[in-house]
């Protein structure tokens, strides 16, 4: 199954989308492919920036996905990133970077020592998964950009609104 990663400079509302992965966007992966590892231990902007434009070079190379620049837009049919798999941030206040999961309710700071993600049950998921269905931005999850309009009306299957 695949599974996206969207990256981003700073936090919230006002962060700056540099690009997006589609595939196997998995932490042993992230950690596995070198400039990926790099972004994840960045301790400054521009290294940040820099791995993850090759990270986006690399990714296809690796045969593990595909890879989409912030120059051709949004790539997602859905509005922010709170239905990605893994949103990964470089916050300038701590000079750290955060992870976190669609509809995440909290940041995962990683050490750029020892860069580790959360094991066991997901303490970044929602926790209600059905509100989560129903509209995966609304608090308790974390603030983010909104990429594109938000629909009006969400699809309905049945009886039930995804």
């Known amino acids: 199954m695949s599974s996206y990663t969207d990256f981003y ?16 966007c998995y932490p042993e992966n992230f950690l596995a492919v070198p400039p990926f590892r790099l972004a994840l231990t960045a301790t400054d902007e ?7 434009a090759d990270t986006l070079d690399v990714w296809e190379g690796e045969r593990l996905g595909h890879a989409y620049r912030r120059e051709l837009g949004w790539p997602w049919p859905w509005s922010t990133s709170h239905n990605s798999s893994w949103i990964m941030v470089f916050d300038p206040a701590p000079q750290t970077v955060f992870v976190t999961v669609g509809g995440g309710i909290s940041w995962h700071r990683i050490d750029p020592h020892d860069p580790r993600f959360p094991e066991g049950d997901d303490p970044l998921g929602p926790d209600d998964i059905y509100a989560w269905l129903r ?3 609304a608090p308790p999850s974390v603030p983010m950009p909104l990429m594109r309009p938000k629909p009006t009306a969400l699809p309905t299957f049945g009886d039930e609104t995804r």
């Open 9 to 24: 400079f700073g936090r919230g509302e006002n962060a700056d989308w540099i690009g997006s992965l589609r595939g196997e």
């Open 46 to 52: 521009r290294t940040f920036r820099a791995a993850v």
């Open 135 to 137: 509209d995966p931005a």
